[in-house]
Nanobody, 120 residues
Framework: QVQLVESGGGLEKPGGSLRLSCVAS????????MSWHRQAPGKERELVAF????????SYADSVKGRFTISRDNAKNTVYLQMSSLKPEDTAVYYC?????????????WGQGTQVTVSS
């Protein structure tokens, strides 16, 4: 059973930093790209960052480029999102995601989400 569990959210002041973690299980983590998404109240869920299976390729939404860093530790089945220079507009529920195929069947797995609130 594919499972993703996020942690690390919380309340932070503008300009502060947080690191989110997402621990994966139920699939061979090192074979799949991973992504972080977020959804603010009243808005659609949006892609924040993506990392390839080896960690050598990454991409970011323009709104977070230069402030957020996605990384992964394949030995720990964990993907991270280091968030710096946080802004109030970064307030959202953050989700990690993995999609692909297992035994020729497609899957699209999401974690339960972790709340990030940026406020003074």
């Amino acid at each position: 059973q594919v499972q993703l569990v996020e942690s690390g959210g919380g309340l932070e002041k503008p300009g502060g930093s947080l690191r989110l973690s997402c621990v994966a299980s139920g699939f061979t983590f090192r074979r799949y790209g991973m992504s972080w998404h977020r959804q603010a109240p009243g808005k659609e869920r949006e892609l924040v960052a993506f990392i390839g299976n080896t960690g050598s390729s990454t991409s970011y939404a323009d709104s977070v480029k230069g402030r957020f860093t996605i990384s992964r530790d394949n030995a720990k089945n964990t993907v991270y999102l280091q968030m710096s220079s946080l802004k109030p507009e970064d307030t959202a529920v953050y989700y990690c995601n993995c999609r692909g195929y297992l035994a020729a069947s497609p899957f699209d797995a999401w974690g339960q989400g972790t709340q990030v609130t940026v406020s003074s």
